[in-house]
Nanobody, 117 residues
Framework: QVQLVESGGGLVQAGGSLRLSCAASGSISSINTMAWYRQAPGKQRELVAGIVSGYSTNYANSVKGRFTISRDNAKNTVYLQMNSLKPEDTAVYYC???????????WGQGTQVTVSS
């Protein structure tokens, strides 16, 4: 099993920045995908950004150019640098982990990001 613990959420004004961290522990496969999802109250959970073991990334169109996902495999940690934050970015952000064929899915408990205007 893989356990994920997020940190770095908080309250920030529009235009500000935050960096989220997700530390993974347990039986981590060398080939895996980690990602950040977010969910606002009453809304469906959506993919924000994903990164594979080889550092290929993908982003939701709404965050391209503003957010950057990265990972430090030595630390088993994935990051989400969020710049130029907008009120619509307000949500609980969840870290996600899966292996090659979508096996052994794990979710973090979430960290709240609130962007005021």
């Amino acid at each position: 099993q893989v356990q994920l613990v997020e940190s770095g959420g908080g309250l920030v004004q529009a235009g500000g920045s935050l960096r989220l961290s997700c530390a993974a522990s347990g039986s981590i496969s060398s080939i895996n995908t980690m990602a950040w999802y977010r969910q606002a109250p009453g809304k469906q959970r959506e993919l924000v950004a994903g990164i594979v073991s080889g550092y290929s990334t993908n982003y939701a169109n709404s965050v391209k150019g503003r957010f950057t996902i990265s990972r430090d495999n030595a630390k088993n940690t994935v990051y989400l640098q969020m710049n130029s934050l907008k009120p619509e970015d307000t949500a609980v952000y969840y870290c996600f982990y899966s292996e090659l064929n979508g096996e052994n899915v794990s979710w973090g408990q979430g960290t709240q990001v609130t962007v005021s205007s």
